[in-house]
């Protein structure tokens, strides 16, 4: 299947591979929909005293010991975390943060588990990646979502204990597109037999156990298709063949993984056969809220940095925070913080609550929580000056302060890539934001088709927009006094409200324009992404009630930030909507084109290329020599 896949077939396989029902109520579905129903979100739910004082004794206990055994510039000296780190994470009980405890895990709710990662991602970004590859996406959350209750109690206990765990979906030639998946699962005598290579699976140089994603060919009593896997790493004829390094997370064990026909007994599928991806996209509905947590840490800590140096820093007879291009950094830092925690504080709440599908939230938290949390630590290095470039141990041996600013920018910048890249989550949450247009009137965008069926479809569509459009054109957004309630907010909850209907809006005047090539108009649709992004933003922003609610003596200060982190969010959403319509979008594509055509290599000419020789991919991966031949 891996190299001949076709838009369509590639598109298909994300398909099934989606939650298709709405079970819960969903504030993201109705934000795109036109319908700010901030009963959804607003007020929060209370956190659980019991949840509360277990969480805070963790991370207290996490907090001394990072302070007192962890050397965040040894990690990053090494390129490794030493394994007596390792091993005190395990005392601590952090690999099982997330496991119930029936199972032997520490039970935190999603709030505590965050603030836990934040902490620790802070200290340094590769423990709080192997603790998330551990439990986020790695054994423990597909088996507490998909496993039967024997597999949790024979593997949850070991990765809640000891047992370092990993995700192996990525490939050479399977990157955002699991479609292209090559690697095999054949079945045999009681079990499957794996086959393939794996790549950059973090965590999977040191793994104990892995989940593995693998094609099953269809045949006699195999319904086929992507399957996942528990494998332990002990296993016959499973070899790490590479570590890989990067830009920045230098202290992580990432792995090139071959499988040559390593057995794996039946009852260590997750789910049924088919069912893999489904089992990876659910895992990510909420596994996808441990990154945005590490990129709020990284904007508290850049407002850290940025007031303190700020203030210190004396340049042209004033500290450098009093010169105004450098206040207005400073303000974008800090109400960008507020703005990331609310959204994290509000998506978690609603994952721990359980009343509502979050999954619009938690992708849009991933994304814009990755997006905003680079451009703050992009500001805070032009803050440091030349100190932002600057790595800690040079400062250090300097006699300086050993700021890793430039560390943090670096481990930042691959929150925009992994665990779905923008680009993917853009298409990812507009496929959700359009999923009742798809339903309503998918027949009639597709081409083609019987003349009675595009009747019947025309009859079900005319239904369904002769009632929501006219609701589109009027809201509580309109009347001065509404949302009242939100005092200094409330012109902000305001245009959420009208901005939700526009979006609905131009959302359908999208779909009218361009009908099923709506798909294909990518920038149009990650803006109307980013609009439902930014208002869910602002929505959150009410998150200044619960400080006030759960911290009285903090109100003035949260109501400034959320007005000032509102107000922020506000010119980009006016921004992006004036973007919808008046862009360069067509001649980019067609520049694109050309480009790619080779008519621009001109342009190219008078650099010499240091990249060297090589395949950018493998023209064939290769396979084992034990393996049979496909
Ligand atoms: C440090 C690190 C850790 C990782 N950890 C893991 C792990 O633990 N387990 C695991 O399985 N994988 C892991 N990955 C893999 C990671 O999830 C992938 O890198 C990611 O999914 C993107 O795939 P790719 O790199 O192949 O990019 P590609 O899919 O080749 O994409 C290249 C570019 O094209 C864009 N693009 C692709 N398709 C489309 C489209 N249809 N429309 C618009 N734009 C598109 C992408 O957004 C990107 O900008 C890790 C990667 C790194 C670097």
Redesign the pocket.
């Known amino acids: 299947m891996s190299s001949n896949v076709s838009e369509r077939q590639?598109r298909e396989v994300a398909e099934a591979a989606r939650e298709s029902g709405w079970k819960l109520p969903s504030f993201g579905r109705e934000l795109f929909l036109g319908n700010f129903r901030l009963d959804l979100i607003h007020p929060q739910p209370r956190l659980d005293p019991e949840a509360i004082e277990r969480g805070e004794r963790f991370l207290a206990r996490l907090r001394e010991f990072l302070e007192s055994d962890v050397d965040p510039l040894e990690i990053e000296r090494e390129a490794k975390i030493p394994e007596t780190v390792i091993d005190g994470l395990k005392r601590l009980g952090a690999l099982g943060m997330k496991v119930p405890e029936q199972y032997g895990g520490l039970g935190l709710s999603q709030v505590y588990y965050n603030r836990a990662l934040a902490l620790a991602g802070v200290w340094h970004a590769s423990l709080s990646?192997l603790l998330s590859?551990h439990q986020s996406?790695g054994v423990a959350e597909p088996l507490r979502l998909f496993g039967t209750e024997e597999q949790k109690r024979k593997w949850l206990p070991l990765v809640a204990r000891d047992h370092i765990s990993?995700?192996?979906?990525?490939e050479p030639d399977?990157?955002?597109?699991p479609a292209r998946l090559a690697t095999t699962a054949t079945p045999v005598e009681g079990g499957y037999e794996l086959t393939g290579q794996?790549?950059?699976?973090?965590?999977?140089a040191i793994a104990d156990i892995v989940v593995v994603?693998a094609q099953v060919p269809k045949g006699d009593g195999h319904r086929g298709g992507i399957s996942a896997f528990v494998l332990p790493c002990d296993s016959e004829r499973v070899t790490v063949e590479h570590r890989?390094a990067?830009m920045g997370?230098r202290g992580?064990e990432?792995s090139v993984t071959r499988l040559d026909r390593v057995f794996v007994p039946d009852e260590n599928r997750i789910g049924r056969e088919g069912e893999g991806l489904k089992v990876a996209l659910s895992t990510l509905n909420t596994g996808r809220l441990a990154l945005p947590a590490i990129c709020v840490g990284m904007a508290k800590w850049a407002t850290k940095i940025a007031r303190e140096w700020s203030n210190e820093r004396v340049q042209w007879g004033r500290p450098i925070g009093k010169h105004d291009a450098v206040a207005q950094k400073l303000a974008f830092i800090a109400a960008s913080a507020f703005g990331l925690e609310a959204m994290l504080d509000v998506a978690s709440r609603l994952a721990d609550n359980k009343s509502g599908d979050i999954r619009i939230e938690a992708a849009i938290a991933k994304l814009y929580g990755s997006e905003m949390g680079w451009k703050v630590l992009d500001e805070l290095i032009q803050v440091r000056g030349g100190r932002g470039y600057e790595t800690a141990a040079s400062l250090k041996a300097r006699g300086e302060k050993p700021v890793p600013a430039e560390q943090a920018l670096r481990d930042m910048r691959?929150n925009r890539?992994?665990?779905?890249?923008?680009?993917?989550m853009?298409?990812l949450i507009a496929r959700e934001a359009v999923d009742q247009h798809l339903k309503v009137a998918g027949d009639l965008l597709e081409p083609g088709g019987e003349l009675k069926d595009r009747i019947a479809a025309a009859g079900k569509a005319g239904v369904f927009y002769s009632k929501w459009l006219p609701q589109l054109a009027v809201g509580r957004g309109q009347v001065p006094t509404s949302f009242d309630e939100f005092d200094e907010l409330a012109p902000y909850m305001r245009f959420v409200e009208r901005s939700s209907r526009k979006l609905a809006r131009s959302t359908f005047y999208g779909m009218t324009r361009w009908q099923a090539k709506l798909e294909h108009r990518?920038a149009f649709l990650g803006r109307l992404v980013d609009i439902g992004a930014e208002l869910f933003a602002m929505a959150a922003a009410a998150y200044a009630d619960t400080l006030e609610r759960e911290r009285p003596e903090r109100r003035a200060e949260a109501q400034e930030l959320a007005e000032l982190f509102c107000a922020h969010a506000k010119r980009r959403v006016e921004t992006l909507f004036g973007a919808l319509w008046d862009n360069d979008d067509d001649a980019n594509r067609a520049a694109a084109a050309r480009l790619l055509d080779g008519r621009y290599r001109w342009l190219e000419e008078g650099i010499a290329d240091p990249s060297g020789e090589g395949p950018m991919i493998p023209a064939e991966v290769k396979q084992p020599a034990s393996a049979p031949a496909a």
């Open positions: 590639a990646t590859a996406i990993a995700f192996l979906l990525t399977v990157g955002s597109d794996k790549l950059w699976a973090t965590n999977g994603m890989n990067f997370l992580i990432n691959i890539i992994f665990e779905g890249s923008t680009e993917i853009h298409l990518q």
